[in-house]
T-cell receptor, first 113, second 113 residues
Framework: GDSVTQMEGPVTLSEEAFLTINCTYT??????LFWYVQYPGEGLQLLLK???ADDKGSNKGFEATYRKETTSFHLEKGSVQVSDSAVYFC????????????WGLGTSLAVNP | NAGVTQTPKFRVLKTGQSMTLLCAQD?????MYWYRQDPGMGLRLIHY???????AKGEVPDGYNVSRLKKQNFLLGLESAAPSQTSVYFC????????????FGPGTRLTVL
């Protein structure tokens, strides 16, 4: 079945460090891929997305590239800030499953000053 | 636009009590979803709707009922609350295209004693 696997947290970094959060997926269709972010005490919000192979999503200094050959959508940021401390969720959806999002379990990121 | 709103924000119930969580969206979205979020388990889909008057079960529907009498509203009911239903509940909505993001409400924190 469809699934999303992301690296376990928590991830703890110092400010200005490089961030990678790995995400791999399995899907029977041709999915769109998403990264959502949840700041403490808030709901989830879309961080970036990619709808087809080789697309790169980017937002707020974060990037992720849709790699069909490795079924991956790794999240990266070159220099994290304290304000990036949050939980990050990788997810997929496609037309064949009623647009339901298939979620990873989330990766908690803490950035220390 | 208010986006997706949820009421109430917090609630404490005793075992066996009933309640209804209300989700409203003003974006004219067709698809609406109810999730629960528990530590270490990510987001799990309870029920969803693909349009006014329709509902369908997600991965953890037991103990919950839903209704979508109006396009903009999606109600989640607990007929007889149990401690296992202590969780944070999120509502989300999106348009009828797989690549579109889901918009989330701020969540309802429910405690069942």
């Amino acid at each position: 079945g469809d699934s999303v696997t992301q690296m376990e947290g928590p991830v703890t970094l110092s400010e200005e460090a490089f961030l990678t959060i790995n995400c791999t997926y399995t899907a029977t269709g041709y999915p769109s891929l998403f990264w959502y972010v949840q700041y403490p005490g808030e709901g989830l919000q879309l961080l970036l997305k990619a709808t087809k192979a080789d697309d790169k999503g980017s937002n707020k200094g974060f990037e992720a590239t849709y790699r069909k050959e490795t079924t991956s959508f790794h999240l990266e940021k070159g220099s994290v800030q304290v304000s990036d401390s949050a939980v990050y969720f990788c997810a997929l959806s496609y037309a064949g499953n009623n647009r339901k999002l298939i979620w990873g379990l989330g990766t908690s990121l803490a950035v220390n000053p | 636009n208010a986006g997706v709103t949820q009421t109430p924000k917090f609630r404490v119930l005793k075992t066996g009590q009933s309640m209804t969580l209300l989700c409203a969206q003003d974006m004219n979205h067709e698809y609406m979803y109810w999730y629960r979020q528990d530590p270490g388990m990510g987001l799990r889909l309870i029920h969803y709707s693909v349009g006014e008057g329709t509902t369908a079960k997600g991965e953890v529907p037991d103990g919950y009922n839903v209704s979508r009498l109006k396009k903009q509203n999606f109600l989640l009911g607990l007929e007889s609350a149990a401690p296992s239903q202590t969780s944070v509940y999120f509502c989300a909505s999106n348009r009828d295209m797989a690549g579109n993001e889901q918009f989330f409400g701020p969540g309802t924190r429910l405690t069942v004693l």
